[in-house]
C-alpha cells in the first residue's frame, strides 16, 4: 500500500528527521556480534517467547531489523530514555562496540533466514486505513511498513501485533519509571488515538508479510 504525502507533511518529516540525534560512527562486526548476544537469546532467540512486563506480550522480532536502528534503541535504554528496567540492565553493561557489533548480527541474521520475496500486502479496512492516514505512519515507516525512509527508523510490517500495541502505549505514557519511552516524534502521535484504535492498527500492521523474524538458536531448537 503506497501513501503520497503532501509537500508540506514531507518537509516536517525531514526536519523532524534532521533534529534527531546523530548516533556515533561506530562500524559493526556481525561475527563478533555473535559471541556478544547471551543476554538476547533468552528471550529473542525463542519462537513464541512471551514478556510478562509490562504485561504479557510476545518480546518482538528482532532478526532481519535495521542495525542503525536496533542501536539507536539500545543507546536509548542505556541512556534511560526507554525505561524497560530488564532492557536498560542490558544495555547498560554494553560499549558503543558492543551495540554495534550486536546490532549488524541481528541485521545480518534476519538476511540470512530471509526470503527474497515478500507477498503483497492485504488492504487495510476502511476504518483502519483512515487511523493509519491519520497517524501518517507510512512517512516514517515507508512502503508496506517495511522500508523505513531512514535506517534509524523501524521495519514493522510483521511484527508481533501485541507487542506493537505495548510499544505505541509505552510512547503515549513515555514519564512511567518502568515502561515508558521518550520520543517527542511517536508521542506526539499516538496520543490522538485510543487503545481500541491503537491496537487495531496494530493488528494490521502485524498481519502485513514483512522481513522480521525470530531465529531460535540451536540450543533452543
Known sequence: MKTTLSPMFAAIVVALGAALPAQAQVTGDAKAGEGKIAMCIGCHGII??????????????????????IASVLDSY???????????????????????????????????????????????SAQVAQLLQKGA????????????????????AGQHPDYLFVALKSYRDNTNHTWGRSNPV????VKQFSNAELKAMANYI???????????????R
Open 186 to 189: 511517536m508521542g506526539g502521535m
Open 78 to 124: 542505556k541512556k534511560g530514555d526507554r525505561k524497560h528496567p530488564s532492557m536498560r540492565g542490558i544495555a547498560t553493561t554494553l560499549t558503543e562496540q558492543d551495540i554495534a557489533d550486536v546490532a549488524a548480527f541481528y541485521e545480518q541474521q534476519g538476511k540470512v533466514e530471509g526470503a527474497a520475496d515478500l507477498p503483497a500486502p492485504r488492504e487495510p
Open 137 to 156: 505512519c507510512v512517512s516514517c515507516h515507508g512502503d508496506n511498513y517495511s522500508k523505513p525512509i531512514d535506517l534509524g527508523y523501524p521495519k514493522i
Open 48 to 69: 513464541g517467547y512471551q514478556s510478562s512486563f509490562p504485561e504479557v506480550y510476545k518480546v518482538p522480532r528482532i532478526a532481519g531489523q535495521n542495525a542503525k536502528y
Open 206 to 220: 502485524g498481519s502485513l508479510p514483512g522481513e522480521l523474524k525470530t531465529v531460535p538458536e540451536s540450543r533452543f
